[in-house]
Every structure is written in C-alpha cells, then in structure tokens.
C-alpha cells in the first residue's frame, strides 16, 4: 500500500512570506496529523483532524498557521507570515482509529527553512 | 493533560550490550497505548514497539521490548544485543484513546552505540 505522501520535501522563504505543505494520508486512514519537529526536538503536534473535523488544534498558532482537509482525505498547512523560529520540518503522519491501532504512518517530512 | 517525559538527552552503549532508554508519562485517561519511534540522522520516523495500558504483558519485538510499569506510570525501551546501526533518535510517545485520538511525542533521547 501507497505509505504517506508529501511534498514539497523542502523549501526555503523569507521572513514574512507564505508557504503551504501539503499531505495524503494513508488510503482509509481517518485521523491525520501534523507535527513541527525544530531541530533537535521531539514533535510537537501542531493539528489533529479525524475525517474533516479539527480533534486539537492547541498548539497551532493561528495567527499565522492555517490547516485544512477537505473531504477527509488530503490536507494543507500554510504559514502567512512566517518567522524565523518557524524553520522545522513539518512531519505529516495517519492512522486509522479505534482503541489498539497500533503506529502512526508517517510522510518523509517537508523541510522548512526561513531566512 | 497528557505528558511525556524523555530524562536522557544522551545515551552512550557499547556494542553488542543491552541499552535502556527511560520514558515516563501522566494522562488521566484509563485507556492509552504507548509507542516507541526511531530516527535515524535520514529523517524518517521508524515504528519500533506498542504497547497497551490494558496489555497484560510487556511488548517485544525481535530485539526491542518495553518495560511497562503502570503503576509507576513508565514505558522503557529496552534494546538488546546494540547494533552500529542503532546508532539514532528514539522518541517515546503516546495516544490517549478517550479524549480524541491525541499523540503527542517526548524529546527524545539521542542514543550513540560504540565500536
């Protein structure tokens, strides 16, 4: 089976500009996510969805931080303006829900820098 | 609120011994599982071990097993056997399966395997 797609796998902005990653899960998988891993750092969970509703999305900051998904399946996270401390990588990761299910599958990761 | 807690920044082991990496948690959920992550300098994010809060007996997995203390509410990864290539990030984490699917991650812990 096709694992966790996204792209781009990198990318480099100035302070100030946009920027959007995008994600497809795992086919089925209803719960996806999006982490920010800073360099060094464990990942921090930005947004959870389940389908296409928002389970947590405490962490993200909305001021400048964006994430959709549209239809339950692809999503989109977008930084306008971004911040030096934005530079990470953004880490998208699915499962399938219930009690006992195991791994997150995660994505290769996109790798933000802002200068 | 949910907590992880890695307390080794670093680990050094020499090859072909048995290695534990701590990890401790707080959640008020009665029903969670508890995962174990492994990341090389690539980048990509390896399942290695789950385990069940309702699991009677400790998960392994070829070298990898988890040493499960409810009561002390910790979750340790025990590798034996270290290998070169062990040589990575390991990151504890853990899904709460009452409150939405949460899965949030600790910092981490960088394990270094001697020749």
């Known amino acids: 089976e096709a694992g966790v797609a996204q792209s781009p796998r990198y990318k480099i902005i100035e302070k100030r500009q946009s920027v959007a990653f995008w994600c497809n899960p795992i086919?089925?998988?209803?719960?996806l996510y999006w982490y920010q891993q800073i360099l060094g750092q464990g990942p921090k969970l930005l947004i959870q969805?389940?389908?296409?509703?928002?389970?947590?999305d405490s962490q993200l900051p909305k001021d400048r931080f964006s994430a959709e998904r549209l239809k339950g399946v692809d999503s989109t996270l977008k930084i306008q303006p971004a911040k030096l401390e934005d530079s990470a990588v953004y880490l998208c990761a699915s499962s399938p829900t219930g009690e006992n299910t195991g791994e997150l599958f995660f994505g290769e990761g996109s790798r933000l820098t802002v200068l | 609120a949910q907590k992880i807690t890695q307390t080794q920044p670093g680990m050094f082991v020499q090859e072909k011994e048995a290695v534990t990496l701590d990890c401790t948690y707080d959640?008020?959920?009665?029903?969670?599982?508890l995962f174990w992550y492994k990341q090389p300098s690539s980048g990509e994010m390896i399942f290695l071990i789950y385990q069940g809060s309702y699991d009677q007996q400790n998960a392994t997995e070829g070298r990898y097993s988890l040493n499960f203390q409810k009561a002390r509410k910790s979750a340790n990864l025990v590798i034996s056997a270290s290998q070169l290539g062990d040589s990575a990030m390991y990151f504890c984490a853990m899904r709460d399966f009452t409150g939405g699917f949460k899965t949030i991650f600790g910092a981490g812990t960088r394990l270094f395997v001697k020749a």
């Open positions: 959640t008020s959920d009665p029903s969670y599982g």
């Open positions: 086919s089925g998988h209803a719960t």
């Open positions: 969805f389940q389908n296409n509703g928002v389970v947590d």
